[in-house]
C-alpha cells in the first residue's frame, strides 16, 4: 500500500476513534492494536507512524477498558520505556 493511501486510512480511523469510546474497544478486540504496534515500529514513513502514534493515543485516552487491553498486549509498558 502507497504512503498517501495508508496515510488517508489512518487518519479516517482516528476520526472514528473519536466518535464512540466504544468503537475504540472494538478496534482492540479485533486486532487493530497488534496492527497499528506493527506500523508504529516497522513502517517506513515517518508521517505514517506519527499518524500511528496520534491513534494509540487518542485511543488510550481516558479509557480504561483499552489501557487494560493496551497493558496486556505490552503496550503500554513500552510508552512508559519511551517517555523514560
Known sequence: MKENELATLLEELLDLAELHPRSNLNFCMMGGMHELMAIIFSHPSDKVRKLA???FSSINQ???EVQD???KAGAI???IQFHI
Open 53 to 55: 502514534c496520534s491513534i
Open 69 to 71: 487491553f493496551a497493558n
Open 62 to 64: 481516558n479509557n480504561k
Open 77 to 79: 509498558n513500552l510508552v
